[in-house]
């Protein structure tokens, strides 16, 4: 089963009244249940695909789909309640609520689910293990570390158990160790859940854990292959 789709997408962004094309003719497609890395240097693309994938940009021109909807005919609660219900985002930058704790961030889109009170803390306790975070579960994000922090967003992404995971530079504050701990476990949930991956990433490590690697130059896919 096709999971994504991107079909001709071009982008371009105005950085001080220039036209600056991002993407320039991307084509793209996500099987259920792969693990999809996309490398480059830094400015060839990878992020803008992210959050065109995921719903947090728009294309300029071009096909894009997920689940074979396209999101660009969604309105913003619909999409919003798409992407809380299929999604699961990794920022480069956390994007974590400050006054809210780590159990709080982590349990946030749960709640956004409806999902029950019980059921909520089980789940949360279970992430917060998986990414060796228990100890501090009642800190807030000011209080943690880098790698602390980066490991909340990755349990939020990873506790709705969303079919699609978009991470953009998932290890970047990460140690090597803790690094290829949190690979294992979304390793992991791809092989119970089958729940498809796609990263951005500059980390050889990251790459390895993948099917396929897709390297990006100046706004278009020149190279695949698998790691």
Not at 177 to 201: H, S, V, W
């Amino acid at each position: 089963m096709i999971l994504v789709t991107l079909q001709d997408v071009y982008k371009d962004y105005i950085m001080a009244k220039t036209r600056a094309p991002v993407l320039k003719g991307v084509n793209l497609q996500l099987a259920a249940g792969e693990m999809v890395c996309l490398m480059g240097p830094s400015g060839s693309g990878k992020t803008t695909i992210l959050n065109i994938t995921g719903g947090i940009d728009f294309a300029d021109r071009g096909r894009v789909s997920v689940y074979n909807q396209a999101l660009a005919a969604m309105d913003d609660k619909r999409l919003s309640e798409f992407r809380n219900k299929t999604l699961g985002f990794v920022f480069q930058y956390f994007n974590l609520i400050p006054v809210l704790t780590a159990f709080e961030n982590i349990e946030y889109p749960l709640v956004l689910q409806g999902i029950g009170k019980q059921e909520r803390r089980r789940r949360v306790e279970e992430m917060l293990e998986a990414v060796g975070l228990s100890a501090v579960k009642n800190h807030r994000p000011d209080e943690l570390s880098g790698g602390q922090r980066q490991r909340v967003a990755i349990g939020r992404a990873l506790v709705t158990r969303p079919k699609l995971v978009i991470a953009d530079e998932p290890t970047g504050n990460l140690d090597h160790t803790t690094g290829k701990a949190i690979m294992e476990a979304m390793k992991e949930l791809n092989e119970k859940e089958k729940t498809t991956f796609i990263f951005a990433t500059h980390d050889p490590m990251v790459a390895s854990y993948t099917n396929r690697i897709l390297y990006l130059q100046d706004g278009v896919i020149v190279k695949e292959e698998k790691p």
